[in-house]
Nanobody, 126 residues
Framework: QVQLVESGGGLVQAGGPLRLSCAAS????????MGWFRQAPGKEREFVAC????????YYTDSVKGRFTISRDNAKNTVYLQMNSLKPEDTAVYFC???????????????????WGQGTQVTVSS
């Protein structure tokens, strides 16, 4: 079992930065593909970004390309999401997810992930 705990959410003004962290326990993250998803009120959970187990491959949804960066530190069992130039439409609960191994270059569906954190709220004011 993998337990995931997100942190770093909060209230930020439009254009500002925020860095989310996802700390894992129970298993070493080095064998897990990691993803970030978000869910706004009344909307479906949507894919944001993912990173391969080695960190060599990353993939982003179009709306965050050039603004968000996903990274990982396997030694610290932690995955990060650096969010810059935030927009009000980025407001959502952000979830961290883990998938054990996998041969694809990326996984952008929630169904592909086995473990989830509880989420952290990000609110961007205009």
């Amino acid at each position: 079992q993998v337990q995931l705990v997100e942190s770093g959410g909060g209230l930020v003004q439009a254009g500002g930065p925020l860095r989310l962290s996802c700390a894992a326990s129970g298993r070493a993250l080095s064998n897990y593909f990691m993803g970030w998803f978000r869910q706004a009120p009344g909307k479906e959970r949507e894919f944001v970004a993912c990173i391969s187990w080695s960190g060599g491959n990353t993939y982003y949804t179009d709306s965050v390309k050039g603004r968000f960066t996903i990274s990982r530190d396997n030694a610290k069992n932690t995955v990060y999401l650096q969010m810059n130039s935030l927009k009000p439409e980025d407001t959502a609960v952000y979830f961290c997810a883990a998938r054990f191994l996998g041969s694809s270059r990326y996984y952008a569906s929630a169904r592909d992930y086995n473990y989830w954190g509880q989420g952290t709220q990000v609110t961007v004011s205009s």
